[in-house]
């Protein structure tokens, strides 16, 4: 797993719009800290309440000079349908392939929901280098991050 001090793995996916954008991870880098917010899935309750918990830090991202990305195995489509529901400021990211949840060790299944492939519920904060400068990964499905120290991490990214 991805942890403090590692070089982030570059990511190639697709923006969670209609418009299926591609995304790479690398065209990000230098700008700013970078957040990725891996989250099982769009609609579900918690997932819900933590990119709202994202987007109520939104502002306090945005004046670190942070991009934010949440990521999930969810299309496509219904990342569009998400984010529109949620008005959320960030992109959100397709992984369909499951190529970023294996590439920062976040890939899990959940057989009793018939659940496989999906992301655990993860934040990882990456500096102007590439540098992993933070990283949270719940041990359950309903954890949630602590988002003042996620806010704390980028400030000093």
């Not at 984010?83 to 960030?90: A, G, I, N």
Request: charged share 25%; glycine share 8%; hydrophobic share 45%.
């Amino acid at each position: 797993m991805v942890s403090n001090g590692d070089t982030a793995p570059d990511i190639s996916a697709t923006i969670g719009t209609s418009d299926h954008e591609p995304f790479e991870l690398s065209e990000h880098l230098g700008d700013g800290p970078v957040v990725l917010v891996f989250f099982p899935a769009a609609f579900a309750p918690v997932c819900s309440n933590e990119m709202v918990a994202i987007e109520e830090q939104f502002d306090r991202f945005e004046a670190a000079g942070a991009t934010v990305f949440g990521i999930s195995a969810d299309a496509a489509y219904s990342l569009d349908a998400f984010s529109d529901e949620h008005d959320l400021s960030f992109d959100l990211v397709s992984d369909m392939r499951g190529d970023a949840l294996r590439a920062y060790g976040v890939e899990t299944d959940v057989p009793e929901m018939g659940r496989y492939g999906i992301a655990k519920r993860a934040v990882f904060v990456i500096d102007e280098e590439g540098e992993v400068v933070y990283d949270w990964v719940g041990d359950e499905l309903a954890d949630e991050p602590d988002y003042e120290a996620v806010v704390a991490a980028v400030e000093d990214a």
